[in-house]
């Protein structure tokens, strides 16, 4: 991204217009697009589960925290077992480029994840999982995947998004020094890719949660490695 091109903003808007399928499908490898027909299904096939449920919810770890671009009633903590949060996915558009890529989020298996839970309108279900579609499925990079997730002591059912592992994008479990190398220098067209983190993190602790990942991977960025470190 050129310094003098602002980067886009991540909307409502811009996803149900199809301008990010259209933004991705220009810098990314055509044959990472979701065939029309693969993505409606399994749109459909969400909608159709979601509606079988007293509650809908999502569970967010990633930048659905600060910029969730789709309605909700309320948002919450909760706690996912069984996924943990992680930089582990390549990323050659959005926050990087294919000759410098940036690494974006993912649950991955094992351990668990402190997170957002939206509650999402009943009457606004299906749009609101057609934005979410939009967002996350553009590309076979991600699955979703309903998971049970505790918010206020009880268990509720949610729509999460899992990193797909025999992708070509994963990146497995980098060291985060290496980690922090290829955030320090990615930047694509919705900016650079320590802003991303930057502002996961920063999410993160205004909800009270200590991600410790993210806290080592910001302090490699600035030399603060040796930082006390914060409750698991």
Same mark, same amino acid.
Request: hydrophobic share 45%; proline share 4%; glycine share 10%.
């Given at each position: 991204?050129? =310094? =003098?091109?602002?980067?886009?903003?991540? *909307?409502?808007?811009?996803?149900?217009?199809?301008?990010?399928?259209?933004?991705?499908? #220009?810098? @990314?490898?055509?044959?990472?697009?979701?065939?029309?027909?693969?993505?409606?299904?399994?749109?459909? =096939?969400?909608?159709?589960?979601?509606?079988?449920?007293?509650?809908?919810?999502? %569970?967010?770890?990633?930048?659905?925290?600060?910029?969730? @671009?789709?309605?909700?009633?309320?948002q919450r903590?909760?706690?996912?077992?069984? %996924?943990?949060?992680?930089?582990?996915?390549?990323?050659? @558009?959005?926050?990087? *480029?294919?000759?410098?890529?940036?690494?974006?989020?993912?649950?991955?298996?094992?351990?668990?994840?402190?997170?957002?839970?939206?509650?999402? +309108?009943?009457?606004?279900?299906?749009?609101?999982?057609?934005?979410?579609?939009?967002?996350?499925?553009?590309?076979? #990079?991600?699955?979703?995947?309903?998971?049970?997730?505790?918010?206020?002591?009880?268990?509720? *059912?949610?729509?999460? %998004?899992?990193?797909?592992?025999?992708?070509?994008?994963?990146?497995?479990?980098?060291?985060?020094?290496?980690?922090?190398?290829?955030?320090?220098? #990615? @930047?694509? %067209?919705?900016?650079?890719?320590?802003?991303?983190?930057?502002?996961?993190?920063? #999410?993160?602790?205004?909800?009270?949660?200590? +991600?410790?990942?993210?806290?080592?991977?910001?302090?490699?960025?600035?030399?603060?490695?040796?930082?006390?470190r914060a409750?698991?």
């Amino acid at each position: 991204m050129s =310094q =003098q091109q602002a980067p886009v903003l991540l *909307t409502r808007e811009l996803l149900l217009s199809g301008a990010l399928h259209d933004l991705l499908a #220009a810098v @990314a490898c055509v044959s990472e697009i979701l065939p029309a027909t693969e993505f409606a299904s399994s749109l459909e =096939q969400a909608q159709e589960q979601a509606m079988a449920l007293e509650e809908v919810w999502v %569970f967010g770890y990633g930048s659905l925290l600060w910029n969730p @671009a789709f309605h909700f009633l309320e948002q919450r903590p909760g706690r996912l077992v069984g %996924f943990h949060r992680r930089l582990c996915l390549w990323t050659p @558009a959005g926050r990087g *480029t294919a000759e410098v890529p940036g690494l974006v989020l993912g649950l991955d298996s094992g351990g668990s994840c402190h997170g957002g839970a939206f509650l999402l +309108d009943r009457l606004q279900v299906a749009m609101e999982l057609e934005v979410l579609w939009r967002r996350e499925m553009i590309t076979g #990079a991600y699955r979703p995947a309903w998971v049970s997730v505790r918010v206020d002591g009880r268990r509720v *059912t949610a729509l999460t %998004f899992v990193v797909n592992r025999v992708h070509p994008r994963y990146a497995g479990r980098l060291e985060e020094t290496e980690i922090a190398r290829a955030v320090s220098q #990615a @930047a694509g %067209f919705l900016g650079s890719c320590e802003q991303y983190v930057r502002g996961t993190h920063q #999410a993160l602790v205004a909800m009270g949660i200590h +991600d410790n990942h993210l806290r080592r991977v910001l302090g490699h960025l600035h030399g603060q490695v040796g930082a006390k470190r914060a409750p698991e």
